[in-house]
């Protein structure tokens, strides 16, 4: 196994240990001269490359280990890492090129090359190397796994951001059909509190005229004069009850004189109908501020619930609306003194989505400030709306 051992150490102990620690390693172990050829190589790495240490030793490695790259094209001598490396007298590790065995077939091999010094002068050098076929085997398995996760994890992204823009389309169309409803619907509203007022207002009007014209005549006659006062209550009552529902349907007060006058009439019918004090705020920079007919049917309709929930939920004594401006943005604050509530982070229930819908349909925002005994505060900010009034509608 040993050529001309007396190239590394004289003394026979020192052989003896440098024999012991070669035979004892599974790593294969070689040994080369200053031209490249075999001094020594343990068993393990004789087997290693399917040669018993004899056929080895004296033979140039390169040429019979080293000799070609793993796609088998040709690997001269000088372009070989471990020999330039001993040849400029330093150490090399090497774990990506293969080792060619006696039958032909290679192996993926780490193998580290330390020069041998004699004084200052390099004599060879000591090649320590293994068969790492299992390792980038295992190398290459977590490289499959590793790209099939980073592939899997891309194409579920894509989904997620599919599903995500779908999703985010959807809530888009369903904002921008929610609020064309609100529009039909207000204008169907429109039409139908048009129809009762032309048609059932006027011939109300005309049986109250031509009741009150019979009433007249029948002055002398007790019975019938009574029958008739009667009627007139009726058709009275009745005049009433369609002015409330045209009311209710399209505040006429709306159309003629603008929201906050609108605003300031619901307060006190409310008051009148709840019970609950009211008290309404607009300064004269408010009152100059008109938002379009849209925007301002909106508001009233927000309002109306905002007071609706009050008289149903808040058990409220005092109710107050604030409007204000602050720069170009207008904000209405209800508040009432009630038994407040816990505020849901998204609402869910209609009258609440009803009124933030509403508001976001308008460029604006809202918010529900309340807690449970303190009271309930309703704010809606709308942006952009006061600066340039005259143009301003939404
Ligand atoms: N001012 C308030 N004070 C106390 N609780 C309130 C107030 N406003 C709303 N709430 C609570 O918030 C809930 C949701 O209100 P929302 O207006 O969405 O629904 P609702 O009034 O119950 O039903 P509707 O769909 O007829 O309006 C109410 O059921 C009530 O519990
Ligand atoms: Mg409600």
């Not at 192996?107 to 076929?133: C, H, K, L, M, Q």
């Not at 019938?224 to 009552?237: F, I, N, P, T």
Request: with cysteine; net charge negative.
């Amino acid at each position: 196994m040993f050529a001309n051992l007396h190239n590394l150490s004289h003394h026979a102990a020192w052989r003896r240990q440098l024999e012991l620690i070669l035979e004892s390693t599974g790593e294969g172990i070689y040994g080369i001269d200053l031209r490249g050829r075999c001094i020594f190589i343990n068993e393990a790495g004789a087997e290693m490359l399917g040669y018993t240490p004899d056929e080895v030793l004296g033979r140039s490695m390169h040429y019979l280990i080293h000799h070609s790259h793993a796609d088998e094209t040709l690997m001269p001598v000088h372009e070989c890492r471990i020999y330039k490396a001993f040849q400029e007298g330093h150490g090399i590790r090497v774990d990506n090129e293969v080792l060619w065995r006696r039958d032909g077939s290679s192996f993926p091999a780490e193998y580290a090359s330390y020069p041998i010094r004699d004084g200052d002068s390099v004599v060879g050098a000591v090649v320590t190397f293994n068969d790492i076929t299992e390792r980038k085997r295992t190398e290459r398995l977590l490289q499959e796994a590793h790209d099939q996760l980073e592939r899997r994890v891309r194409e579920r992204t894509a989904e997620l951001t599919a599903a995500h823009d779908n999703l985010r389309q959807s809530h888009e169309s369903l904002r921008r059909l929610s609020a064309h409803l609100n529009s039909v619907r207000e204008e169907e509203r429109r039409h139908i509190a048009r129809d009762i007022h032309d048609d059932l207002g006027a011939a109300l009007t005309a049986l109250q005229l031509d009741m009150n014209w019979l009433r007249q005549r029948l002055a002398g006659d007790e019975t019938l004069a009574g029958k008739l006062d009667d009627m007139l209550e009726v058709g009275s009552e009745a005049m009433s009850a369609v002015r409330r529902i045209l009311n209710d349907l399209r505040p006429g007060v709306l159309d003629h004189l603008g929201l906050w006058p609108a605003l300031e009439t619901l307060l006190q019918e409310f008051q009148r109908r709840s019970g609950i004090a009211c008290r309404y705020v607009c300064p004269p920079a408010v009152e100059r501020c008109r938002l379009g007919r849209d925007a301002e049917i909106a508001l009233y309709r927000i309002v109306q619930e905002v007071l609706t929930n009050v008289s149903r939920h808040a058990g409220a004594r005092n109710v107050q609306l604030v409007a204000s401006t602050e720069g170009d943005a207008l904000t209405l604050r209800i508040a009432d003194d009630g038994q407040g509530m816990r505020v849901p982070p998204q609402p869910t229930s209609f009258g609440l989505l009803g009124m933030r819908e509403r508001t976001l349909a308008l460029g604006g925002r809202l918010n529900i400030v309340s807690s449970p005994g303190e009271g309930t505060t309703v704010v809606l900010c709308l942006p952009g709306v006061v600066a340039g009034q005259q143009g301003a509608s939404a």
